[in-house]
């Protein structure tokens, strides 16, 4: 929209649809197990019920070996904290008393704070702001990383609420409301420390590029440096060091060593296929605007003056160079600060749709939704599956130790069976002991040929509606060292979980 435009009319049923759409596509899998990094964020909220102040004072195995958690986790404390706080009012004091199913109701209120920030913010931009908001939220991308219990859609849901807030703060000329938007980088990046090295930056270009500028305000943008210099001087008093020059250590770049940029390139490949298959609507509208060819062209001029143009192309950019070049691998759930932008940026233009135009974007927003349902289903059958293999391994034990190797949900179930997780460098097999495997699972060890007195192999019910997550496939929902695709439709290969009974000589 132009500067002497009248931002579109505020529709609180519009609103209303667009927070409760995500939410009511992820009612049913509330019964999903702990699944993939969710044990890292319960574990850690355990402990905050122990130690309030000291959240990441234990170790755990996740990489073979047991270390610090502060080590393993690459995430601040802040949805763990979300966590303990509802286990302390519940009075859960045992592993066994954390519900998936209220974990999950939990996640619904971030879930719904993004359809309704998607909304707000795409009205700055757009007469067509609740296809926008809604295409932002339902598609694989989002509704899958809703499923989960990490931390990616609680620091999308404040970092929208931090934009909305500071847009309308810059709209009105109202320093309370610039101020909340300000503050608001503090919990979401306690979520995710994206936040805070992405909105700082894209704040800052808002005050600055867009119509409503407003200079004076980005001094409030030190406000959560400040928070930060707090949190890193805990974590140095705690830990020895700041948990966030940690987490930037660990990250790298993938260009080639070699000066070729040839692996650079296929980041950019395997970052085109997640965004195809997970957003398909940032690829079909484009198509559906030739029916129109002459409008689209005039409005894409129209649009690439446009000062608000500019802001949606910087916010797009900032986090594909967090992809590329920071990030050390990528993922769907990386690519959520995506959605709002990129679906936004669709629909920039001064009128609402016309008939024809609406009438296939809409259809475009209802396969995204059935895609996306079907992908919670592949992932919640995944999460079963892990969560009976652990159900599954006590079985096996008649003396001795119950080792295994893997990790994710299978980890979090089995050791509240009895399973000890294999550590590389402290663990000793003995004769009568049994080691389990997930063959389907991360950080995998097997252990020595000559120990091994038998195995069984156990299959357990193939994937019906598509995979997620497996080598052997080539899907990577949750890293793409997994399988440079997100989701690969079709019956997958039965999970396996292989036992090895130890007999030393």
Known sequence: MTKDEAQPPFSLPMLVLCALAPVLCLLPFITKPIHIDDPLFIWTAQHILQTPLDFYGFDVNWYRSAA????????????????????????????????????????????????????????????????????????????????TLMSDIPMLAFFLCSIATWLHGLKTKSYGWLFLGAIL??????????????????????AILLPTRNFKAIPLLILPLLALLAYEYHCIRLYGQGHFL????????FI?????????????????????????????????????????IKECSAALKSLNTHFLILWIGGTLV???????????????????PGTVVLFLGNSPLKTAKKIACYSILFLSTVLSVITLQADYFHAWNAHNMAMEAPKYIKEGTLWFSGHWGFQYYLEQYGGEAYDLEQSQLK???????????????????????????????????GILMNKEANAGFYSHLFGAWPYIPGLSEPERLVVYEIDIP
């Not at 958690?69 to 859960?92: C, D, H, K, R, T």
């Not at 940690?246 to 770049?253: F, I, K, P």
């Not at 590329?324 to 990386?334: E, S, T, V």
Request: proline residues 9%; hydrophobic residues 55%.
């Open 246 to 253: 940690h987490t930037l250590g660990y990250t790298e770049s």
């Open 431 to 465: 004769s009568g002991d049994v080691f389990i495997l997930p063959k389907n699972n991360t950080n995998l060890l097997t252990p020595p040929t000559e120990l091994i007195q038998a195995e069984t192999c156990i299959e357990f019910p193939a994937t019906p509606l």
């Open 256 to 296: 080639g060593d070699d000066g070729t940029g040839e692996t650079f390139l296929t980041k950019i490949r395997i970052t085109l296929q997640f965004m195809l298959v997970l957003a398909p609507a940032m690829f079909l509208i484009p198509i559906i605007n030739l029916i129109y060819p002459k409008q689209f």
């Open 322 to 340: 967090f992809v590329l070049f920071i990030n050390h691998f990528i993922n769907a759930r990386i690519l959520l600060p995506l959605l709002v």
């Open 68 to 147: 610090p958690i502060f080590e393993v986790q690459q995430n601040p404390p802040g949805l763990s904290y979300y966590f303990a706080a509802i286990a302390a009012l519940l009075g859960w004091t045992t592993p066994a008393d954390w519900s998936e199913s209220i974990l999950h109701i939990l996640m619904f209120l971030p879930a719904a704070l993004c359809g309704a920030m998607a909304y707000t913010i795409a009205r700055h931009f757009t007469p067509n702001a609740s296809l926008a908001a809604l295409l932002a939220t339902l598609n694989p991308a989002f509704l899958v990383s809703a499923s």
């Open 185 to 206: 980088i503090i919990p979401a990046f306690l979520c995710k420390y994206f936040a805070l090295i992405s909105l700082i930056p894209l704040l800052a270009a808002a």
